[in-house]
Nanobody
Framework: QVQLVESGGGLVQAGGSLRLSCTAS????????MGWFRQAPGKERDFVAT????????YYEDSVKGRFTISRDNAKNTVYLQMNSLKPEDTAVYYC?????????????????WGQGTQVTVSS
């Protein structure tokens, strides 16, 4: 069983930056593609970014391209989401997710493990 623990959320003004971290338990972290999703109040959980097990490839939702960067440090079993130029519409609970394959996917249904979520609030 893999456990994911997120950190780094908070309150920031529009235009500011935050970095989210997600640390995984287990010895096979490099074999897991990882993703970040977010859920705003009253809305569905949406895809944000994903990265392959090796970290060699990434993919982003259109609205965050050029502003967010997903990365991972496999030696630390940690995946990051660097968020720059934040907008009020980025306000949501952000979830880290892992899937039992090194291949990237954008559907939440393809992920096996989930963190507890961390709140990101961007004020205007």
């Amino acid at each position: 069983q893999v456990q994911l623990v997120e950190s780094g959320g908070g309150l920031v003004q529009a235009g500011g930056s935050l970095r989210l971290s997600c640390t995984a338990s287990g010895r096979t972290f490099t074999s897991y593609a990882m993703g970040w999703f977010r859920q705003a109040p009253g809305k569905e959980r949406d895809f944000v970014a994903t990265i392959t097990g090796s970290g060699s490839s990434t993919y982003y939702e259109d609205s965050v391209k050029g502003r967010f960067t997903i990365s991972r440090d496999n030696a630390k079993n940690t995946v990051y989401l660097q968020m720059n130029s934040l907008k009020p519409e980025d306000t949501a609970v952000y979830y880290c997710a892992g899937r039992q394959s090194w291949l990237m996917r954008v559907s939440s249904n393809d992920y096996n493990y989930w963190g507890q979520g961390t709140q990101v609030t961007v004020s205007s």
